[in-house]
C-alpha cells in the first residue's frame, strides 16, 4: 500500500480567495486522482493526474476552477480557485497502483 | 459505465455477521470488484479486492458468483467500529470509461448497534 500525505487537513477561506491543497506520496506512481466528497454525499471524482501530461478532467470540472500540478512521481497539488461557499467539501488525493488508495483527506470551508 | 447498486443503508448488532450486497449488471470482462470502507472525516479504506469466486483477507470475505452481476460484502462478527460507510466499486484502473474503477456509487451506510 501506498502512504498519502495531505496538507493543510484543514482550512477556512474566504470567498474569492484560493487554496492549494498538497499530496505527497510514500513511493512513485503514476496514476494520481483528485476527488471531492461534499457534506453527505459519496466522493466524486475530478480528474486524473499522470506525471508528464495534462491532467485530465470529469464532467462538470475545469482546469481554471481546479487547476493541478503533477511536477513528479510523488507529489501533486490541487488549487481551489476563487473559492465559493459551495466549494465547502473534503478534498482527497488518491493513487493508483492496481488498488486505489487515499489520503486522509483536506476538509475545506468557504465564507 | 458499471454502474453499482447497494442498500442505502443496514443496522446490525456487536457480534452478528454483515453481509451488503451490491449489484453490477453491466460489469465488464476485465472488470474487479473492490470494496472499500469509510468513516467519518477519513479518505476510504480498501477492506478487499475480487475478481470470481471467493476471496478472504483478515477482515472480511467477497464472495462473487459466476455471472459476476452481484458481489457480497461479509464482516464476521462486527463491531461497534465497523460503523462506516461502505463502498462497492468495479472497473479496471487503466480501463475505458466503461467500467470505471474511479467512480464511486452511494455506498451503504452501516450502523452496528450494541
Known amino acids: 500500500s501506498a502512504v498519502i500525505s495531505q496538507k493543510p487537513s484543514r482550512d477556512i477561506c474566504q470567498r474569492g480567495t484560493s487554496l492549494t491543497i498538497q499530496c505527497q506520496v510514500d513511493s512513485q506512481v503514476t496514476m494520481m486522482f483528485w476527488y471531492r466528497q461534499q457534506p453527505g454525499q459519496s466522493l466524486t471524482l475530478i480528474a486524473t493526474a499522470n506525471q508528464g501530461s495534462e491532467a485530465t478532467y470529469e464532467s462538470g470540472f475545469v482546469i481554471d476552477k481546479f487547476p493541478i500540478s503533477r511536477p513528479n512521481l510523488t507529489f501533486s497539488t490541487l488549487t481551489v480557485s476563487n473559492m465559493s461557499p459551495e466549494d465547502s467539501s473534503i478534498y482527497l488525493c488518491s493513487v493508483g497502483t492496481g488498488i486505489v488508495f487515499f489520503g486522509q483527506g483536506t476538509r475545506l470551508t468557504v465564507v | ?114
Not at chain 2, 472497473?91 to 450502523?111: D, E, H, I
Open chain 2, 1 to 114: 459505465l458499471a454502474k453499482t447498486t447497494q442498500p442505502i443503508s443496514m443496522d446490525s448488532y456487536e457480534g452478528q455477521e454483515v453481509n451488503i450486497t451490491c449489484s453490477h449488471n453491466n460489469i465488464a470482462t476485465n472488470d474487479y470488484i473492490t470494496w472499500y470502507q469509510q468513516f467519518p472525516s477519513q479518505g476510504p479504506r480498501f477492506i478487499i479486492q475480487g475478481y470470481k469466486t471467493k476471496v478472504t483477507n483478515e477482515v472480511a470475505s467477497l464472495f462473487i458468483p459466476a455471472d459476476r452481476k452481484s458481489s457480497t460484502l461479509s464482516l464476521p462478527r462486527v463491531s461497534l467500529s465497523d460503523t462506516a460507510v461502505y463502498y462497492c466499486l468495479v472497473g479496471v484502473l487503466g480501463g475505458s470509461k466503461a467500467g470505471n474503477m474511479l467512480t464511486f456509487g452511494g455506498g451503504t451506510r452501516l450502523m452496528v448497534k450494541p
